[in-house]
Nanobody, 126 residues
Framework: QVHLVESGGGLVQDGGSLRLSCAAS????????MGWFRQAPGKEREFVAG????????AYADSAKGRFTISRDNAKNTADLQMNSLKPEDTAVYYC???????????????????WGQGTQVTVSS
């Protein structure tokens, strides 16, 4: 089992920044990728960014490109999401996820991830 805990959410104004952090524990050596997803009220959970835990490779949703940056610290078993130029439409619960399957590309659908955190609320006010 892999246990994931998110932190860093909160309320920020339009154009502001937040940094989310995901701490993994348990069978962390089984992880191959980590990702961030978000879910707004009444909407599906959507991919935001992902990162491999071996060689450095990242993937972003179009909505995140140029504004968000995902990074990882293998020694600490953490994956962070730096979010800049936040917009009201970024308001959602943000979830961290871990994938234990070795893949050629970074998984971008929620069905490809095996473990999930409880989520952290991000609210961007206009």
């Amino acid at each position: 089992q892999v246990h994931l805990v998110e932190s860093g959410g909160g309320l920020v104004q339009d154009g502001g920044s937040l940094r989310l952090s995901c701490a993994a524990s348990g069978r962390t050596l089984a992880m191959h990728s980590m990702g961030w997803f978000r879910q707004a009220p009444g909407k599906e959970r959507e991919f935001v960014a992902g990162i491999t835990l071996g060689y450095v490779s990242t993937a972003y949703a179009d909505s995140a490109k140029g504004r968000f940056t995902i990074s990882r610290d293998n020694a600490k078993n953490t994956a962070d999401l730096q979010m800049n130029s936040l917009k009201p439409e970024d308001t959602a619960v943000y979830y961290c996820a871990a994938d234990v399957t070795r893949r050629i590309t970074i998984p971008t659908t929620r069905f490809q991830y095996n473990y999930w955190g409880q989520g952290t609320q991000v609210t961007v006010s206009s």
